[in-house]
Structure formats: structure tokens, C-alpha cells
């Protein structure tokens, strides 16, 4: 099993930033893909980023590309998801999720989730 804690979430103007992190635990974090997801309110859960097992590959979807940038620590178990330039319809609940199999877009655990709110 793997446990994920989401932390950074909070509230924010438009056009500030905010930094996420995700510590996991339970598993060789290197051996894990990690990955981002959010949830607004009557929305489905989208994904937002992903990055491969090395750090060496990211992933963003287009609504993100240019303003989020993902990354990892392997050393310190961590992924992180740093948000420059918010909008009001960033805001969202943040998932942070993982997969031992290699996949950008799938996967298996997830943790509780991060509130993000960005005013105008």
C-alpha cells in the first residue's frame, strides 16, 4: 500500500502562486509514478500532471502547460506541483495520486485531497 499526504493547499489572489507537496510512504518512492489531479465543485476529477519514475518526463494538461510545473524529490519521497500565474477556475481540490506501474494517466492510490481557492 501506498499512503499519500497532501499539504500547500490554501487561498490565493489570481495571478499568485502557491507551492503543493506530497509525501508518500509505503513503497520505494522511486519506483512509483506520480501524479495530479483536481476536482471542482459539479466537476469530474481531471488530471493536471504527471511525472515518470526518474523525474526525467513530465506531463501537464493543457490548461496548465506554461503555469504548473511538477517535479520530485526521490531522496526526500516527495512530489511537488508549483502553480505560478492562478486563476479563479484553478480553484479545485487537489489530488495527489501515484502508480507502481508506469503509467502517466492512471492510478491506483491517491491521497485526501488539498483545498485551492483563487478569488479575482
Known amino acids: 500500500q501506498v499512503q499519500l499526504v497532501e499539504s500547500g493547499g490554501g487561498l490565493v489572489q489570481a495571478g499568485g502562486s502557491l507551492r503543493l507537496s506530497c509525501a508518500a510512504s509505503?513503497?520505494?518512492?522511486?519506483?512509483?509514478?506520480m501524479g495530479w489531479f483536481r476536482q471542482a465543485p459539479g466537476k469530474e476529477r481531471e488530471f493536471v500532471a504527471g511525472i515518470n519514475r526518474s523525474g526525467g518526463r513530465t506531463f501537464y494538461a493543457d490548461s496548465v502547460k506554461g503555469r504548473f510545473t511538477i517535479s520530485r524529490d526521490n531522496a526526500k519521497n516527495t512530489v511537488y506541483l508549483q502553480m505560478n500565474s492562478l486563476k479563479p477556475e484553478d480553484t479545485a481540490v487537489y489530488y495527489c495520486?501515484?502508480?507502481?506501474?508506469?503509467?502517466?494517466?492512471?492510478?491506483?492510490?491517491w491521497g485526501q485531497g488539498t483545498q485551492v481557492t483563487v478569488s479575482s
Open positions: 509505503g513503497r520505494t518512492f522511486s519506483s512509483l509514478t
Open positions: 495520486a501515484a502508480n507502481s506501474v508506469g503509467k502517466v494517466y492512471q492510478y491506483d492510490y
